[in-house]
């Protein structure tokens, strides 16, 4: 029985861009295991397996029902232990924790910012007003006002991927010459920008981009499977 990841989409169903949803998919490839994704809207959400939770990724596994992107990894860990690991080691789970809490402060955060007009533009329109209303509560900003002088701001987010660039141009991924994980978080937000919005983060020679390039040609190609944004 193949498992279920409830995918976050927006206007066209093929078109899965959620970061979280995109570790998922990639570590369920990496284990070798048969999944269905089920194009989900942020209005289907709540009325998920039950109201089991209120945020994607969430999956089906027979009787079990798994959310949020970490516990999912290590359930899916314990769960197939014979199947290639996503964590080489215990030891690795806090290291893999650290580099969560890095990408999302550091990656995730400062893209949000310079394609959050691209993702409105995406949406279904019956999901327009939530997102509007959640993400301008958040920034404290209109929408069309964040991601003003996404330009000037892409220098320090170069600058701020040091920590990943000096890894990924001595070694092939942040785990050595097999990805992990770790790999998926930070590879999941790029991703995210790539199938959301057409706007440059990297430039073209950098180590950051040939990892991601890396990523991309994962599994078959999985993640290239969706054309990026036009």
Known sequence: MRIKLYDLVGQDKKRPFSPHCWKI???LAHKGLEFECVPTRFRDI???EDGASKTVPLIRDRDQVISESFRIALYL??????????FHGEG????TRFIERWA??????????????DLFAILDEGDREYFRTTREARFK?????????????LPSFRASLDPLRNMV????FVAG?????????IAGGFQWARVSSSFQLLEKDDPVAHWFERCLDLHGGLARSVAAAA
Not at 169 to 172: H, I, L
């Open 25 to 27: 998919a990639f570590a």
């Open 46 to 48: 709540q009325s998920l």
């Open 77 to 86: 860990d314990e769960t197939y232990p014979d199947l290639p690991p996503l």
């Open 92 to 95: 690795t789970v806090p290291l």
């Open 104 to 117: 999302h402060q550091t990656v995730y955060a400062q893209i949000s910012r310079m394609i959050l007009m």
């Open 141 to 153: 900003q209109k929408l069309e006002e964040v991601t003003v002088g996404r330009e000037d701001r």
């Open 169 to 172: 141009e001595r070694q092939a």
């Open 177 to 185: 010459d097999e990805p992990c994980f770790a790999d998926y978080i």
